[in-house]
């Protein structure tokens, strides 16, 4: 944006203008809503796998389940990759387990909702 200075009527000059006070409370506007979108993202990876950590747990849940639940608590918990990678990464090693016959039912439910939070993350 420029504002046009008039010193004379034939010669104008043009001069950058200062931000206004909306532009730049849009740009703290913006910074608050990633950084809550952010601690919403956290919030839900922290439920996930919570209920991950329930599954891995339980002493009912076959032995080759709780192995790719914990890994894929390990991968959620890897902070190299970003929030929506780790979950995707997550939710692909979850996939496949949830259609296991041997998977107890109470597993499989919070399965289910486990990968649902994670489905939710977006970044």
Partial sequence: MLTVLKLKRENQICL?????ESTLATGVHNLSSKSKKQ???DGKLVKASASLQQI?????????I????????????????S???RAAN??????EVAQDPNMPSFA???LWSAVSEL????E
Avoid: C, H, Y
């Avoid at 997550?90 to 996939?95: F, R, V, W």
């Avoid at 489905?119 to 977006?122: D, L, N, V």
């Fill in 56 to 64: 891995a747990d339980s002493n009912i849940t076959p032995r080759n």
């Fill in 108 to 110: 499989r439910v919070t």
């Fill in 119 to 122: 489905e939710s993350i977006r």
């Fill in 16 to 20: 950058p203008r200062e931000p206004e």
């Fill in 90 to 95: 997550a939710i692909s090693m979850l996939d």
């Fill in 66 to 81: 709780r192995k790719i639940v914990k890994d894929s608590i390990a991968v959620l918990q890897d902070t190299k990759l």
């Fill in 39 to 41: 601690q919403e993202n």
């Fill in 83 to 85: 929030v929506a990678v």
